[in-house]
C-alpha cells in the first residue's frame, strides 16, 4: 500500500468515526415532499397595519389597549390610524386651529388612545390622513372642486389651486404635530384621481400662462393638440369655445361644431413618452402642484417624526408615464419624504406576487420604501388565501425595508414562535375581522414535522381541540374569538425537523363557512445548546482531521 492510499484509507476511518458529531442543516432539512407555505428570511425594519380610528371607537372603554396587545403579539411595529377620512371627517378632538368636523361622540379621542396603548407596546403610531378628497369640503365650496374636463364640476376632489383648502391643510396638520404625540404622518390621496380632472378655467389659465409669469407657456394651439390627446384617449366629443380652445361638446356654445373621437386608450400616454410639449407640460404642471404642497406640508412636521406618501401602484412602473398623467406622481429624486408606500394591491390590479417584486426593483432612487399590500377581499377583487403571504415574500425578496397591510377588520393574523432546539412552538390567533362569527380553526404543519401534543389557552377553554391520527393537522371547533381584538393561543409540541424557509404551519380560519385572510408571520429561536456545542465540536473535529492527515503525509514520505 502506497502512502496515498493509505492516507485516503485513514481519512474515511476519521469521517466514519465523526458521524456522531454531525450537525443537521434545519435550514435545507426535506422528507422530500412539498412544503406548505414558503417564508422570506429578509426581515423587515417595520411591520405595519393601517386601522380606521372608528374601529377603536367602537371597541368602546379599553378597545385601545386590547387592538395594542393583539398587535404588539403578532408582531406589528407600527399602526397607521386614519383620522381625517375621504369624507372630510375627522377622528381626533384637538382641531383648534382647522375647525375641521368630527365624527366623534362627546370627549372621544381614538387618536389620542391608540397613541398611549400602542406606546405602551413599543409600538409607534402614523396618523393618516387624505389630503385632497374631501366630500364636506366641496359640499360647502363647490366651486373649489376638481373640474371634470367632460362633466364639469362634482367629484370629491378638492382643486390644488384652491389657497383656502390648502391652509385648512396645513392647520390640520399643525394640530396633529403639536397636539399629539404621533411618530409620523402619512399623506394619503396627495394625487390627482384620473388625467380627466383638473380641466377648469384656472388650470387651462396657468398652462397658458408664460414661464416668465410661473406658467408653461403653452400656445392656443398647443393647447388645443392636448385637448386633441386628451379626447381621443376618452373618446370624447369636443369643439371650440368662444375663446378659440377646444372644451367638451358638453360646455361649448350651442353654435359650435362638433368634433368627435374614438376611444383609443393610448393618445395621451403616446404623446408623452414621444416628447410631446402640451402633455410634456400638463403632466409636468400636475406634479409641480403636488410637489409643492408636499413640501408645505412636510416643512411642518417636527424632527422626531416621519412623514410619508401613499401613491398609486402605477407610478412604480419605469417609463412613469401613467403615474404622471393619471396622478401627478412621479417617483423621483425631487420628493422630500422620509419614504414612500406605494399600494400594490395585487388582486385589486389583476396582478400576482411578481409585479409586486417587479414594480419595488423599479423604486431605485435613494429613499426608503414600504408596500403597501391587500389583506382584503372583495367581489371585484378576490384575494386567496395565501395572496398575501406571497406579496410579503415577495416584497422582502426585494430592497423594501418592509410592509403595511390594509387593513385592520379584513384579515386575521397567525403569529407562531418556534423554537426548534425543543421541538415547540406557540401559535397565537388573533381576531382582526369585524362582523364574522370564527367557526372553525385548521393548522396544518410543516411537511416532516408531527405534533405531539397540544394544549389550549385560556381563550380556547370552552374549544375542541383534536389532533388527526398521522399528527398532521390540529382542528379548534368553536374558539371564542368573537370581536376585534381577541386571541388564544396553541402551546404545542413537535417531533421532526423544521425548514426555515417555510412557515412551520399554515393556519386556515373559517367563518361564516368561508376561509379568511390570514397572515402568517412566524418568528424563530435562535439555535442554542446542544445544536452549538455541536457545531463547536464538529469545527474542532475538522481541525484534528487536518493535523492528522498532514501528519499521515510527513510520516509516508519519509518511510517510503
Not at 358638453?250 to 368634433?259: C, M, R
Request: charged share 20%.
Amino acid at each position: 500500500m502506497n502512502y496515498r492510499s493509505a492516507i485516503i484509507a485513514a481519512v474515511a476511518v476519521i469521517i466514519t468515526m465523526a458521524a456522531p458529531f454531525s450537525v443537521i442543516d434545519l435550514t435545507d432539512a426535506d422528507d422530500g415532499s412539498d412544503v406548505t407555505m414558503e417564508r422570506c428570511l429578509n426581515e423587515p425594519e417595520m411591520t405595519g397595519v393601517y386601522l380606521w380610528a372608528w374601529h377603536i371607537s367602537n371597541m368602546g372603554e379599553g378597545g385601545a389597549e386590547k387592538l395594542a396587545k393583539m398587535y404588539s403579539a403578532a408582531g406589528i411595529t407600527d399602526i397607521y390610524v386614519l383620522v381625517k377620512a375621504t369624507d372630510g371627517l375627522i377622528y381626533y378632538q384637538q382641531n383648534n386651529l382647522s375647525n375641521a368636523p368630527k365624527d366623534l361622540e362627546g370627549d372621544d379621542d381614538p387618536l389620542q388612545d391608540i397613541i398611549v396603548a400602542a406606546h405602551a407596546e413599543n409600538i409607534r403610531v402614523h396618523a393618516w390622513i387624505t389630503c385632497v378628497m374631501d366630500d364636506t369640503y366641496v359640499e360647502t365650496h363647490p366651486d373649489e372642486g376638481m373640474y371634470h374636463f367632460n362633466r364639469g364640476y362634482g367629484c370629491s376632489d378638492v382643486s390644488f389651486q384652491s389657497e383656502d383648502y390648502r391652509t385648512y391643510t396645513v392647520n390640520i396638520v399643525k394640530e396633529l404635530c403639536k397636539n399629539y404625540d404621533i411618530d409620523g404622518l402619512l399623506l394619503d390621496h396627495l394625487r390627482y384621481s384620473h388625467m380627466t380632472y383638473g380641466w377648469g378655467e384656472c388650470d387651462t389659465e396657468l398652462l397658458m400662462r408664460s414661464v416668465d409669469q410661473g406658467g408653461y407657456g403653452l400656445t392656443a394651439d398647443e393647447y388645443n393638440g392636448l385637448v386633441v390627446n386628451l379626447a381621443k384617449t376618452y373618446g370624447y366629443t369636443i369643439a371650440l369655445d368662444d375663446d378659440g380652445l377646444y372644451v367638451s361638446i358638453n360646455h361649448a356654445p350651442a353654435e359650435s361644431t362638433p368634433i368627435s373621437y374614438e376611444t383609443d386608450g393610448t393618445s395621451m400616454i403616446d404623446a408623452y413618452l414621444n416628447g410631446d410639449k402640451a402633455v410634456r407640460a400638463f403632466a409636468l404642471m400636475r406634479c409641480d402642484q403636488i410637489d409643492d404642497m408636499a413640501q408645505t406640508l412636510y416643512d411642518l412636521k417636527r424632527d422626531d417624526m416621519d412623514m410619508s406618501i401613499s401613491c398609486m401602484g402605477e407610478t412604480c412602473e419605469k417609463d412613469q408615464a401613467f403615474g404622471a398623467l393619471q396622478y401627478g406622481q412621479i417617483l423621483n429624486n425631487k420628493y422630500i419624504f422620509d419614504y414612500v408606500a406605494p399600494m400594490l394591491y395585487s388582486a385589486s390590479f389583476g396582478e400576482d406576487s411578481e409585479w409586486v417584486a417587479e414594480m419595488l426593483n423599479n423604486i431605485d432612487i435613494g429613499y426608503d420604501k414600504y408596500a403597501s399590500l391587500q389583506g382584503f377581499s372583495e367581489d371585484e377583487a378576490t384575494t386567496d388565501t395565501c395572496g398575501l403571504n406571497d406579496d410579503i415574500n415577495a416584497t422582502m425578496s426585494t430592497k423594501a425595508n418592509g410592509y403595511i397591510i390594509f387593513r385592520t377588520g379584513t384579515f386575521d393574523i397567525a403569529k407562531t414562535d418556534i423554537d426548534p432546539n425543543i421541538g415547540t412552538m406557540n401559535i397565537t390567533i388573533c381576531e382582526n375581522m369585524l362582523y364574522w362569527n370564527h367557526e372553525k380553526v385548521i393548522i396544518t404543519v410543516q411537511n416532516g414535522m408531527t405534533v405531539t401534543e397540544v394544549r389550549g389557552g385560556e381563550c380556547f377553554a370552552d374549544s375542541d381541540i383534536s389532533v388527526s391520527d398521522d399528527g398532521k393537522t390540529i382542528t379548534v371547533t368553536d374558539p371564542n374569538l368573537d370581536e376585534l381584538g381577541d386571541m388564544g393561543t396553541l402551546e404545542i409540541e413537535y417531533s421532526g425537523n423544521y425548514v426555515k424557509t417555510m412557515h412551520p404551519a399554515f393556519v386556515d380560519i373559517i367563518a361564516d363557512g368561508e376561509s379568511m385572510i390570514v397572515w402568517h408571520n412566524t418568528d424563530v429561536a435562535d439555535e442554542t445548546g446542544n445544536n452549538t456545542l455541536l457545531a463547536a465540536a464538529s469545527v474542532i473535529f475538522a481541525i484534528i482531521v487536518v493535523l492528522i492527515v498532514l501528519m499521515l503525509v510527513m510520516f509516508f514520505k519519509k518511510h517510503q
